[in-house]
């Protein structure tokens, strides 16, 4: 079968809507970014590459750190007025810009499926996410403000690529929403084009917006250090996290510092296989490129032949390849797993662990073929990545105790409770887990022993909506908790001495489970 582009959603069509909507914010071959009420040209022109094809398209246009710094002190100044606004005006507006975000929903979906390679299920489930929290912080934003005012000074964000509306687009919003000014810095491999079009939306409508490119080290003193900022949220790797929280050492500054461990999955006494392989192909969405993916299986030895008879034609049956790619022009856009990874230089280090992994006694129980996938004739596909997984990988691999962020499985084997508690807990600390487990008595007595902050029986845990909180335990995160009121907790200000929910360097205190 020979496949075809859907018509409408090539990347020049999609582009040239992005500059019809918002030309304030679009050039023809270049983005711009935005501070103190404008959209400016300071910065200079990247390019980029489409992970779905690897055709060139604009990158992020990098600021200078000065320039940075004046983008922060504008934000400060748009903080300062912001904050005063009465919280019906403040709703009024932030609603006011959901709604024009949502009559371009989906022109940011195929914005996202073309710069980070989401299928068109997970783009629109992106975009979706973000404009219903919103309204629902908006519903309920009186009771969660009783008793608490704006920061100091606005919010920085900066988070990774993977989730720019659900994640990073959402959590501004609601921190305007709380009165604050709110600053992000776009990730640098890919999501731009969707949050400038965003952006330029909300923005339409007076919200305190701040939207910056450029290199990590050199806007640290901007968007870290400074003291004009009010609060870091930051979503990343521990390494990167790891440098951010040096910085806010004996800083007092407050922050929110999401990073990754390695999920697992513990399978012990256990007998639903159907209910278990449901859940292994779900948890290929996106191809794992998510904080909350699960790419560790902790399986009871003497289940292991089981749990490979629902593991094997769950991951053989997985779809995978180009998200745009139709049969026919008139076909709707393809029901795939997963696309691409976010570049080819991502798959090509995935192949190389995985390598790595095999060479040294890791037994590869399956390994997928690009040849299986969705393509369209002589397309680039240097970014994908089909499935893998790893029986015992090593313990010198990074797939014994880190997130491959990636569609890879590793299983780990063991014998006793004990075993299993250890495997689970190999990263010190995650942000989920789950327990396959037929008595529930006995899976929440282990689940009390995982190092996780969301441990699911029977069922996967992910970040959540709505009024569901958020956080991690271990070295998987540091600062305030999110979600529901705690989202809006952690970027106010409430009475005197107030402890707020999250790991600190001083106390680290639990919301009630």
């Not at 870290?224 to 007092?252: E, H, K, Q, W, Y």
Request: hydrophobic letters at 40%; a negative charge.
């Amino acid at each position: 079968m020979t496949l075809v582009g859907k018509p409408g959603t090539s990347w020049a069509e999609v582009y040239g809507r992005a500059r019809a909507v918002a030309p304030e914010a679009f050039d023809s071959e270049r983005l711009f970014n935005y501070w103190g009420g404008r959209w400016r040209a300071e910065g200079t022109p990247g390019q980029a590459t489409s992970p779905l094809d690897r055709r060139a398209i604009p990158g992020p246009p990098k600021l200078s750190a000065p320039d940075a710094t004046r983008a922060v002190r504008a934000g400060l100044n748009e903080h300062r007025t912001w904050s005063t606004a009465s919280l019906a005006e403040r709703r009024q507006r932030v609603l006011a810009a959901v709604d024009e975000l949502a009559a371009q929903r989906d022109l940011l979906a195929l914005l996202l499926v073309w710069e980070i390679g989401k299928t068109w299920k997970s783009a629109t489930a992106d975009v979706d996410r973000c404009l219903d929290g919103v309204r629902w912080y908006c519903a309920e934003i009186d009771g969660m403000l009783a008793g608490r005012r704006p920061l100091e000074g606005p919010v920085s964000n900066i988070a990774s690529w993977n989730y720019p509306m659900s994640v990073l687009m959402h959590a501004m919003l609601v921190q305007v929403l709380a009165g604050n000014a709110a600053i992000a810095k776009a990730p640098t491999d890919g999501g731009v084009h969707c949050l400038t079009l965003a952006t330029a939306l909300a923005a339409r409508h007076g919200l305190p917006l701040t939207l910056v490119s450029g290199n990590g080290s050199e806007l640290s003193d901007a968007l870290v250090r400074s003291p004009m900022i009010g609060c870091l949220s930051f979503v990343g790797g521990r390494g990167t996290g790891g440098a951010v929280a040096a910085n806010l050492v004996d800083s007092g500054k407050r922050h929110i510092l999401e990073q990754e461990g390695l999920n697992c999955w513990g399978v012990w006494e256990f007998s639903d296989w159907p209910a278990l392989a449901a859940h292994i192909r779900t948890s290929f969405e996106y191809g794992k490129q998510r904080c909350t993916a699960y790419p560790r299986y902790v399986v009871q030895r003497s289940l292991f032949d089981e749990f490979l008879a629902a593991y094997l034609p769950a991951v053989q049956g997985l779809s995978f390849g180009h998200p745009l790619a139709v049969a026919a022009p008139e076909d709707p856009l393809p029901a795939l797993d997963f696309g691409p990874l976010i570049s080819d230089t991502k798959a090509k280090e995935l192949r190389d662990t995985v390598d790595e992994a095999i060479g040294r006694g890791g037994v590869p129980i399956h390994r997928g073929d690009l040849a299986d996938g969705r393509f369209l004739p002589g397309q680039e596909t240097s970014a994908y990545f089909a499935p893998v997984c790893i029986l015992e990988p090593p313990p010198s691999s990074p797939l014994h105790h880190a997130e491959p962020f990636g569609p890879v499985d590793s299983i780990v084997l063991v014998d006793t409770e004990a075993e299993l508690l250890a495997a689970m807990n190999a990263s010190n600390g995650a942000l989920v887990s789950s327990l396959a487990c037929d008595d529930e008595a006995t899976a929440r007595r282990i689940a009390g022993e995982v190092q996780a902050f969301k441990v699911g029986i029977n069922r996967p845990r992910s970040r959540g909506d709505r009024a569901e909180v958020f956080g991690g335990r271990g070295a998987s995160w540091r600062g305030a908790f999110v979600g529901g009121e705690l989202l809006v907790q952690a970027v106010t200000v409430g009475q005197p001495g107030e402890r707020l929910y999250g790991h600190f360097p001083s106390y680290t205190l639990y919301p009630p489970t």
